[in-house]
């Protein structure tokens, strides 16, 4: 098998064009293989070598967690979906027929939810801020041109349109002086998360350009780098070249007066278990970044307490802070990975009951949704009515936050639009309608 190899940093990658191969380890037949790569050709698909070699174990496939983490399942996707485009692959069809039918398939998928191309890019004029997402007033979310790719590609990741090749549905700027222009004339920005893709793919010379600029900027109160490195990439902060240079520029942070915030992403306990993982918490932990955790709740991956529980206890005992648990976003195959609300909440609430206080400061299970991300906070029972107990953690109106509201109990929701009001016939944060604003104004 040909392998790509980046730089002299030992990394390799497989890509789809590896794929067929990597699953002959598994022994499937030529027919389900096909079909693998009929939702590849859908969904994106990368890992390399150290998830390949060192976190799966191929005497336990398909069933093994971190095999379901990052290669393709054949009915992730509808059944009539595949059957087309594997057909496809089966008469080795031109690339760009096989191409136009997937793209088909994309634009059923909810590319990009929440809100995130019409909400949350800002403005400057008429003219949207490339790469640059602007959701909650303390918070700019910005996506570096040269990180926008991962070590790896979860199967479940709601950023699957950065990957897919399509500029329509990509988001990424190498702008650094309009990031910081657009800082200064927003001075209630207190927080900047670069993110992707995965902003820890670039070289630490390269990070050093985006980061470097923001130190000077006293309205900062914090930096976040949301990334998978540490599960998918340690050496990143050990063996690679540059690990040293990245390791000061975290330092350059802590003493500027600001707080590194390193939004690491475990999907489970294995994720952790290297000896490489541990060293390189360890590294990081060194420079003066803080170190907080968070996943999604996956349907075959994650969905039970006694997981959740590992993961936060060996996160604290390794001085990380359990920091969410999300629930999976309305995008991709949402229908194939999310947990039903009811259910989320109940491993959420056995998972918590069973670390200590000092695991406790996680949050979930969370919607990022378009009007922010509301919490799962309970079912109960008001007046004789089932309900669900929810709050917004955070919101595009900021006088919304940590305000309980209720909705009816419904076993089989996985999303907050799959949900109806209780007790009020909207929810707070949707519109007033036409007669209650009438009445407001007299």
Not at 39 to 49: I, K, M, Q
Request: net charge negative.
């Amino acid at each position: 098998m040909t392998l790509t190899q980046t730089g002299t940093r030992g990394f390799r990658a497989y890509t789809a064009k590896h794929l067929d191969d990597l699953l002959k380890r598994a022994e499937f037949d030529a027919e389900t293989r096909l079909r693998i790569r009929a939702v590849a050709s859908v969904l994106p698909f990368r890992t390399n070598a150290y998830v390949v070699d060192e976190l799966i174990d191929w005497s336990d496939i398909p069933d093994d967690p971190i095999y379901r983490l990052v290669f393709p399942q054949e009915n992730m996707l509808p059944e009539e979906d595949v059957s087309r485009i594997a057909g496809l692959l089966r008469a080795e069809a031109p690339a760009r027929e096989v191409q136009v039918a997937a793209n088909a398939v994309r634009m059923r998928l909810n590319p990009h939810p929440a809100g995130q191309m019409e909400l949350n890019i800002p403005r400057a004029g008429s003219e949207p801020v490339p790469g640059m997402q602007h959701k909650y007033p303390e918070t700019v979310l910005f996506f570096p041109k040269q990180g926008q790719t991962c070590h790896a590609y979860c199967t479940y990741c709601f950023r699957w349109a950065q990957f897919v090749g399509e500029p329509d549905l990509k988001m990424a700027s190498d702008d650094v002086e309009g990031l910081v222009r657009y800082l200064r004339e927003h001075p209630k920005v207190t927080s900047v998360l670069f993110t992707g893709g995965d902003p820890m793919i670039m070289s630490g010379p390269v990070l050093r350009r985006y980061i470097e600029p923001l130190l000077a900027l006293e309205q900062l109160e914090s930096i976040r780098i949301g990334t998978k490195s540490l599960a998918y990439w340690p050496g990143r902060f050990v063996t690679d070249p540059d690990a040293a240079e990245t390791l000061r520029l975290f330092s350059a942070v802590a003493e500027s007066g600001k707080n590194l915030a390193f939004m690491a992403h475990f999907s489970h306990p294995r994720e952790m278990d290297s000896q490489l993982v541990q060293t390189a918490v360890r590294a990081i932990r060194d420079t003066g970044a803080v170190i907080r955790t968070q996943a999604p709740l996956i349907r075959s991956i994650n969905d039970d307490a006694d997981t959740w529980a590992d993961m936060w206890r060996t996160q604290h005992a390794l001085g990380m802070v359990p920091y969410y648990m999300f629930v999976e976003r309305d995008t991709g195959p949402q229908d194939y990975f999310a947990v039903p609300l009811a259910r989320a909440y109940e491993i959420f609430r056995d998972a918590y009951a069973r670390v200590s206080g000092l695991c406790r400061t996680v949050r979930g299970p969370s919607m990022s949704s378009t009007p922010g991300k509301v919490c799962v906070d309970g079912v109960t029972e008001v007046a004789g009515r089932k309900v669900f107990v929810l709050h917004l953690i955070q919101a595009r109106d900021p006088d919304l936050v940590g305000r309980p509201f209720f909705a009816d109990y419904d076993p089989e929701a996985v999303w907050i639009s799959d949900l109806r009001p209780a007790f009020a016939d909207r929810f707070p944060f949707d519109p007033a309608t036409l007669g209650e604003k009438d009445l407001v104004a007299r």
